[in-house]
């Protein structure tokens, strides 16, 4: 079973714009690859529990439809712009990925990439539009969210278990490691929505 047989996601990111595809096709941990391109980055909660999943993650997972699954969301910040919101999913905690009840405020990329156990399948994208359910998620930190959001995801696994990671890029990532003066010429250094009231969380706390 393989990502791309569910709603559109694709190996391909054509149509994607030239500055962001270096972000899109990197394949180390995009928590190490954003840390080297700012000053200050952090992780901000958004949820970690168990709730309801989309339905091509239920199955790509295993999960029954109506099944509960362990879910976690956050949005990584790099100097106090949010430049992803990262979306990960698994059928409990019970088994191969316990290690995560312990996560806490650390980047799930830590994790991953440090345990020589874990493997990863191909990475496929996918242009998310104002009805994705993602997408509204993942933009609501936004004032003026734009017409589509890139995001990519693949399946990490540990011991025959499946963890689904997502990664909605935000158009702030295009500006890491551009100075302030800089960053207002390009003119594309986002305000955020007021009512977004996320607590932040330093993961070198």
């Known amino acids: 079973m393989t990502i791309c047989m569910y709603s559109g996601w694709k190996r391909s990111t054509l149509v ?6 270096p972000w899109l096709h990197d394949h180390g941990s995009l928590t190490q690859r954003i840390m080297q391109h ?21 199955s790509l997972l295993g999960v029954a439809p109506r099944q509960l699954a362990w879910s976690r969301e956050v ?3 790099a100097d106090d712009q949010p430049v992803v919101f ?29 345990h020589p156990q874990v493997s990863r399948q191909p990475l496929h994208y996918k242009a998310l539009h104002p009805h994705h359910p993602l997408y509204r998620r993942a933009a609501s930190i936004l004032n003026n ?8 995801r693949s399946l ?18 295009l500006n890491l490691g551009l100075g302030n003066e800089d960053r207002v010429k390009t003119g594309r250094r986002l305000a955020l929505n007021p009512r977004s009231s996320i607590p932040i969380l330093d993961p070198r706390s």
Request: net charge positive; hydrophobic share 45%; aromatic share 10%.
């Open 16 to 21: 994607a714009g030239a500055k962001l595809q």
């Open 86 to 114: 990262a979306h990960s999913a698994t059928r409990s905690l019970r088994g191969a990925w316990q290690m995560l009840r312990r996560l806490g405020n650390k980047p799930l990329g830590a994790v991953l990439f440090s």
């Open 145 to 152: 969210p734009p017409g589509r959001l890139w995001a990519r």
């Open 38 to 58: 700012c000053e200050q980055f952090c992780v901000r909660n958004v949820k970690s529990n168990l709730s309801r999943i989309a339905l091509d993650e239920s």
């Open 156 to 173: 990490f696994y540990l011991h025959n278990e499946p963890l689904l990671v997502t990664e909605v890029f935000l158009p702030e990532i």
């Open 75 to 77: 949005y990584l910040f």
